[in-house]
């Protein structure tokens, strides 16, 4: 009989007990991209007239992509912008390794 009236309240209070003890862990697939050096300069940019984004939209310049034996050519395109948020081109850094891409991004 005390079994029966006291079972209910063990239950409730390991469950409470076990609700405290959790931790919330987000897992990320990122991985960080390798940096790759280039010794060949990069052309110079293609001049190419700029497509009109919409009003929610912003243009992300086209740029030269190194894909391991030379240099080719990605278009530019439109994206959602960002609210808050400004986009900063990517660009070709000259450093004492090499030429090294550095990816646009919001900021």
């Known amino acids: 009989m005390i079994l029966k009236r006291i079972f209910p309240l063990v239950i409730v209070f390991l469950f409470t007990l076990s609700s405290c003890a959790t931790k919330t862990v987000v897992a990320q697939n990122r991985k960080p991209k390798a940096v790759v050096y280039v010794k060949t ?15 929610n939209s912003t243009w992300i310049k ?24 400004i986009w900063i081109d990517g660009h070709w850094k000259n450093t004492p390794r090499g030429w090294k891409w550095i990816p646009g991004h919001w900021k």
């Open 41 to 55: 300069t990069p052309p110079k940019p293609k001049v190419i007239v700029i497509k009109k984004c919409g009003p």
């Open 62 to 85: 086209g740029h030269w992509k190194w894909n391991g034996r030379k240099y080719i050519w990605i278009n530019g395109h439109c994206v959602k912008k960002r609210r808050g948020y």
